[in-house]
Every structure is written in structure tokens, then in C-alpha cells.
């Protein structure tokens, strides 16, 4: 099983970036739960976003209503949509996915920097 992520970069405070994962090597469907987790310098990895295969999402108050989560099981793709970037959104992201009998599966990270 592969994660690939992608479109991290740079970006401008107030600006937006659009995150990719495709999975390769597994049913997309089988895959209950996929995640979006973030790591910025000396702190730990904290979830940033999450969908189940039913499409119902969670979001930590630090990204709620800036960020959106979605997947497209047609093309075994993970997406994080980020707008209203704030500097504190700079870190390194990583997609996560939790098949059906609870195994794990990350991706590499892809950075994501916000400055002006």
C-alpha cells in the first residue's frame, strides 16, 4: 500500500492550498477512516482533518471552517482543501488511512509554508 501526497508549497498568509493523496496497492473503499496529520518543528503530529467512508468529518477547532477534508473513491484520492492560511499552519503534512481491521497506512509528508 502507497500514500502519495502532494501541493504542499508556499504560501502568503490569507491564501490557500489544495492537498492531495492518492493511494495505490489497496481497495479505496476499504479504507474506513483517511486522515490528514500535521508536524511543525519541536511539536508532535496532530490530526488535522479525517473522513470515514461515509463521508462524515471531523475537524480540530485550529482548522474548523478553513480547512476541508474530502475523498474521491472513484479515483483513490484524499484531498485537504486550506484556505485562510495562517503562519501556525506551516508544518510538515502527512495523509493517513485506517483500513478495515484497524492497520494504519502514511503517506510522506509533504511541507507546507505559510509566509509573506
Known amino acids: 500500500v502507497q500514500l502519495q501526497a502532494s501541493g504542499g508549497g508556499l504560501e502568503q498568509p490569507g491564501g490557500s492550498l489544495r492537498l492531495s493523496c492518492a493511494a495505490s496497492g489497496i481497495i479505496f473503499s476499504n479504507l474506513n477512516v483517511m486522515g490528514w496529520y500535521r508536524q511543525a518543528p519541536g511539536k508532535q503530529r496532530e490530526l488535522v482533518a479525517a473522513i470515514t467512508n461515509l463521508g462524515h468529518t471531523n475537524y480540530p477547532a485550529s482548522v474548523k471552517g478553513r480547512f476541508t477534508i474530502s475523498r474521491d473513491n472513484a479515483k483513490n484520492s484524499l484531498y485537504l482543501q486550506m484556505d485562510n492560511l495562517k503562519f501556525e499552519d506551516t508544518a510538515v503534512y502527512y495523509c493517513?488511512?485506517?483500513?478495515?481491521?484497524?492497520?494504519?497506512?502514511w503517506g510522506q509528508g509533504t511541507q507546507v509554508t505559510v509566509s509573506s
Open positions: 493517513n488511512a485506517v483500513r478495515w481491521d484497524s492497520t494504519s497506512y
